[in-house]
T-cell receptor, first 114, second 113 residues
């Protein structure tokens, strides 16, 4: 079964603290993995993607994620949170030969406290 | 800002009615996917169109249907609306090629009353 699991529907951090958003996936073939961010009343913006090249992927706004096959994980991190990082974050997996068909996790709402 | 535009941005319909949502894909993209995002949930794949043909469908009933036009823009039609159809509907366009990303529009917020 296709699935993406995001552990923790809400994460709260202080400004300047480490951000860690967790994502685990299941797949019978090597996956393509993505992190998207969604601000209120907006669509989805791609933060970063893993497409079987380097396992440590750097994205926009200082975010990065590491693909760990042994743990079937693709956790998103940022060393120092900023107030503007407050948003909903979605981990997603691509299926098959096209990357337009995505399977999303339920999302993690990130709150950043001053 | 992506080149994917959706219309309308908001819509209120009555249960049992029909609705058509529209999406203009980004220039150079021939693949459009539609997603339903219920409140507090992740987007769920409805279907995908590639060069005017349906190229995969998620777990949605037949009253959800779509079209893709020669210019690769797309429509999502929903018949016999139900209250549970209230959601944000997202359109994403891509080239359908490996190692390319899907670009999302801002979405259409549908409320069924």
């Amino acid at each position: 079964a296709q699935s993406v699991t995001q552990l923790g529907s809400h994460v709260s951090v202080s400004e300047g603290a480490l951000v860690l958003l967790r994502c685990n996936y299941s797949s019978s073939v090597p996956p393509y993995l993505f992190w998207y961010v969604q601000y209120p009343n907006q669509g989805l913006q791609l933060l970063l993607k893993y497409t079987s090249a380097a396992t440590l992927v750097k994205g926009i706004n200082g975010f990065e994620a590491e693909f760990k096959k042994s743990e079937t994980s693709f956790h998103l991190t940022k060393p120092s949170a900023h107030m503007s990082d407050a948003a909903e974050y979605f981990c997603a997996k691509a299926e098959g030969s096209t990357l337009g068909r995505l399977y999303f996790g339920r999302g993690t709402q990130l709150t950043v406290w001053p | 800002e992506t080149g994917v535009t959706q219309s309308p941005t908001h819509l209120i319909k009555t249960r049992g009615q029909q609705v058509t949502l529209r999406c203009s894909s980004q220039s150079g993209h021939n693949t459009v996917s539609w997603y339903q995002q219920a409140l507090g949930q992740g987007p769920q794949f409805i279907f995908q169109y590639y060069r005017e043909e349906e190229n995969g469908r998620g777990n949605f009933p037949p009253r959800f249907s779509g079209l893709q036009f020669p210019n690769y823009s797309s429509e999502l039609n929903v018949n016999a609306l139900e209250l549970d159809d209230s959601a944000l509907y997202l359109c994403a366009s891509s080239t359908g090629q490996m190692n390319t990303e899907a670009f999302f529009g801002q979405g259409t917020r549908l409320t069924v009353v």
